[in-house]
């Protein structure tokens, strides 16, 4: 039990739509990352927010963005979903402390399946 | 570029001691990680070694690092059923503040009784 919680924990949708992905953090962790898993795969670093601004991104396009909110939840937002957008999504939440050492909790995640 | 290589699977006799291996291309490393992922869990942090160690254990846990070869090692003794699950290994380089985290493919570990 990470105290890190995730909603849905799965989620169909069709090429084109638009989709909202929510996370928990422990309450006090101001950083939070999200992660995309492809099936057979590690997970792949989407972003970073840290006190509700983006301070870190992957290889992913724009139609990926996201929210942090003050109350420690935080939001993915994934526009224009493609077939290969079907995955596990991660988040995972830490303190404000070394981003080297400082422990990532992760949450469960979402399965998106987009057809 | 990046890139963190494991090999997909590895089956061994419950009591046994397991070895899961991994290399990774990025000499920047500053720290290198094994994470469990088992079904319908999130990721669990197992272990980490910075980069200037060659050696760490903790409990059952024993990580080998050869920073000449990049390579990296987990060793797991006395192999357990609960142990059943995906190990990562993972890298982070000396990037900004963001938690980018390099991960390889995973390998799933599976116990024989």
């Known amino acids: 039990e990470t105290g890190v919680t995730q909603s849905p924990t799965h989620l169909i949708k069709t090429r084109g739509q638009q989709v909202t992905l929510r996370c928990s953090s422990q309450s006090g962790h101001n950083t939070v990352s999200w992660y995309q898993q492809a099936l057979g795969q590690g997970p792949q670093f989407i972003f970073q927010?840290?006190?509700?601004?983006?301070?870190g991104r992957g290889n992913f396009p724009p139609r990926f963005s996201g929210l942090q909110f003050p109350n420690y939840s935080s939001e993915l937002n994934v526009n224009a979903l493609e077939l290969d957008d079907s995955a596990l999504y991660l988040c995972?939440?830490?303190?404000?402390?070394?981003?080297?050492?400082?422990?990532?909790?992760f949450g469960p995640g979402t399965r998106l399946t987009v057809l | 570029g990046e890139d963190v290589e494991q090999s997909l699977f590895l089956s061994v006799r419950e009591g046994d001691s397991s070895v899961i291996n991994c290399t990774y291309t990025d000499s920047s490393s500053t720290y290198l990680y094994w994470y469990k992922q088992e079904p319908g869990a999130g990721l669990q942090l197992l272990t980490y070694i910075f980069s200037n160690m060659d050696m760490k254990q903790d409990q059952r846990l024993t990580v080998l690092l050869n920073k000449k070869d990049k390579h990296l090692s987990l060793r797991i003794a006395d192999t357990q059923t609960g142990d059943s699950a995906i190990y990562f290994c993972?890298?982070?380089?000396?990037?900004?503040?963001?938690?980018?985290?390099?991960f390889g493919s995973g390998t799933r570990l599976s116990i024989r009784p």
């Open positions: 993972a890298e982070i380089g000396p990037y900004s503040s963001a938690s980018k985290i390099i």
């Open positions: 927010y840290y006190r509700e601004e983006e301070n």
């Open positions: 995972a939440s830490r303190g404000g402390g070394s981003f080297q050492t400082d422990t990532q909790y």
